[in-house]
T-cell receptor, first 115, second 109 residues
Framework: NAGVTQTPKFRVLKTGQSMTLLCAQD?????MYWYRQDPGMGLRLIHY???????AKGEVPDGYNVSRLKKQNFLLGLESAAPSQTSVYFC??????????????FGEGSRLTVL | GQNIDQPTEMTATEGAIVQINCTYQ??????LFWYQQHAGEAPTFLSY??LDGLEEKGRFSSFLSRSKGYSYLLLKELQMKDSASYLC??????????WGAGTKLIIKP
């Protein structure tokens, strides 16, 4: 069972470059999320989606864009990377039911460094 | 504002019991969650409490007091593989999770 898969796992960017992180889930989940995790801080929600074709802003959306063209995929884009976006990015998904009980299924993370 | 507080780091001995505390302040309340995260890995779900009391799941138990805005995760018969960070998260009235920074648990032989 693949679960939630993120690509790439590691990436180094120069300031101003753009990139896209891909998240794919095979559990037919409605809800998908992008979080960032920084040392000494809790997970912070960037954007989320409650279904195919819908997206919404989370706590820290600035500098990021997302798209959910297919139910199984959730893409996170960095338009013009900045050093402050150096972080570990986690994608997660949940079904309609578990979205209300908090059980998220996470990908393995994507470590992004912006120089 | 919304806030989750938990200790940054704790140390315990293999075979012992450890209690990790969490206090929360959320706009509305739809549950308190604990996740385990090994270094370099993804968080994995451990427990969910929405009513007061203790929920037991094998060696792990989680307690909630809504009147005190307080929860704890109790780990018994500690094993070396329990060395990880434990994340506390509260769910607010919009069903959004508010995460603590995590408690790094170090297990010594």
């Amino acid at each position: 069972n693949a679960g939630v898969t993120q690509t790439p796992k590691f990436r180094v960017l120069k300031t101003g470059q753009s990139m896209t992180l891909l998240c794919a889930q095979d559990m037919n989940h409605e809800y998908m999320y992008w979080y960032r995790q920084d040392p000494g801080m809790g997970l912070r929600l960037i954007h989320y989606s409650v279904g195919e074709g819908t997206t919404a802003k989370g706590e820290v959306p600035d500098g990021y864009n997302v798209s959910r063209l297919k139910k199984q995929n959730f893409l996170l884009g960095l338009e013009s990377a900045a050093p402050s976006q150096t972080s570990v990015y986690f994608c997660a998904s949940s079904s309609l039911q578990t979205g209300e009980t908090g059980e998220l299924f996470f990908g393995e993370g994507s470590r992004l460094t912006v120089l | 504002g919304q806030n989750i507080d938990q200790p940054t780091e704790m140390t315990a001995t293999e075979g012992a019991i450890v209690q990790i505390n969490c206090t929360y302040q959320t706009s509305g309340f739809n549950g308190l969650f604990w996740y385990q995260q090994h270094a370099g890995e993804a968080p994995t779900f451990l427990s969910y409490n929405v009513l007061d009391g203790l929920e037991e799941k094998g060696r792990f138990s989680s307690f909630l007091s809504r009147s005190k805005g307080y929860s704890y995760l109790l780990l018994k018969e500690l094993q070396m593989k329990d060395s990880a960070s434990y994340l506390c998260a509260g769910m607010d009235s919009n069903y959004q999770l508010i995460w603590g920074a995590g408690t790094k648990l170090i297990i010594k032989p």
